[in-house]
């Protein structure tokens, strides 16, 4: 059974940082596309970074573009998101995907996604 766990998330404030990490258990992630997106309240679920199973290449959203890297451990099993400089319009639910299709910048790259981790930055 394919699990992928978010750990990492919690109050900060504006201007913090936050580090996420995603732990994978029933598939081995070095052969996944994986992914980060976020979800605000009464908010569709949009993409926030990707990484290829190499990790050779990574792709990031205009929003968190220069706050935000994706970064794989596959000795690990996990993926992690480094966010800084965060603002208030980051405060979200923040899911890790995997998948094995070619990233198109949505969410039907990937085919297994976690429960979620919130993250809230107050002003």
């Known amino acids: 059974q394919v699990q992928l766990v978010e750990s990492g998330g919690g109050l900060v404030q504006a201007g913090g940082s936050l580090r996420l990490s995603c732990a994978a258990s029933?598939?081995?992630?070095?052969?996944?596309?994986m992914g980060w997106f976020r979800q605000a309240p009464g908010k569709e679920r949009e993409f926030v970074a990707h990484?290829?199973?190499?990790?050779?290449?990574?792709r990031y959203a205009d929003s968190v573009k220069g706050r935000v890297t994706i970064s794989r451990d596959n000795a690990k099993n996990t993926v992690y998101l480094q966010m800084n400089s965060l603002k208030p319009e980051d405060t979200a639910v923040y899911y890790c995907?995997?998948?094995?299709?070619?990233?198109?910048?949505?969410?039907?790259?990937?085919?297994?996604w976690g429960q979620g981790t919130q993250v809230t930055v107050s002003s």
């Open positions: 995907a995997a998948g094995s299709r070619t990233f198109r910048g949505g969410r039907d790259t990937y085919d297994y």
């Open positions: 990484i290829s199973w190499s990790g050779g290449s990574t």
């Open positions: 029933g598939l081995t992630i070095s052969v996944y596309n």
